[in-house]
């Protein structure tokens, strides 16, 4: 199976786990901070731990409407976590699945450095476009600059 891949990596003068606490409040958050993108996320089974079932529903802004994902892992004490996004029309018809690991990384400045690792895994031959990727790279990029404007604002 074949898959491409993005990857995202913001530095933030926030500490690791300022900026893992608001990332792991995002289903509230997203929808606040860019509606265009996420009009809701809803837990549909489990608490948030390994195995929890969301449903995303998309904004105007993305060119799909839903899109259901589950828990792969969670580290809270190194401040990572990863999904996958395995059912809806986010998959676009030539996905298995969408796979995220995130890490925010303590900096020795007292800062932290976000990154973002999604895998797009493909079904067969047919691909996202280089330009498809570039703007799901730039909606990742301007989604994590939200949240963390928010987190500063709420400080």
Same mark, same amino acid.
């Given at each position: $199976? ?5 990857? =995202?990596? /913001?530095?933030?003068? %926030? ?8 990332? @792991?409040?995002? #289903? ?7 509606? *265009? ?6 837990? =549909?089974?489990? !608490? ?9 529903? %998309? ?6 409407? /839903?899109?259901?994902?589950?828990? #792969?892992?969670?580290? =809270?004490? !190194? +401040?990572? %976590? ?6 809806? #029309?986010?998959? $676009? ?5 969408? @796979? +995220?690991?995130?890490?925010? =990384? ?34 990742? *990029? ?5 949240? *963390? ?7």
């Amino acid at each position: $199976m074949s898959s491409a891949i993005v990857q =995202v990596e /913001i530095p933030s003068k %926030f500490p690791a786990d300022k900026i893992f606490k608001t990332l @792991s409040d995002f #289903d509230n958050i997203a929808p606040k901070v860019k509606p *265009e993108v996420f009009k809701s996320i809803e837990t =549909v089974e489990g !608490n948030g731990d390994v195995g929890t079932i969301k449903t995303f529903t %998309f904004g105007d802004a993305v060119p799909f409407t /839903i899109g259901k994902y589950k828990v #792969d892992a969670l580290d =809270v004490s !190194n +401040y990572s %976590f990863s999904y996958s996004f395995v059912e809806g #029309d986010i998959l $676009m018809g030539i996905l298995n699945s969408i @796979s +995220y690991t995130v890490k925010v =990384v303590p900096s020795s400045d007292g800062g932290s450095v976000f990154t973002q690792i999604v895998t797009y895994n493909y079904k067969g031959d047919e691909k996202l476009s280089e330009e498809i990727l570039k703007k799901e790279k730039e909606t990742h *990029e301007e989604t994590y600059k939200a949240i *963390e404007a928010y987190a500063a604002a709420h400080a």
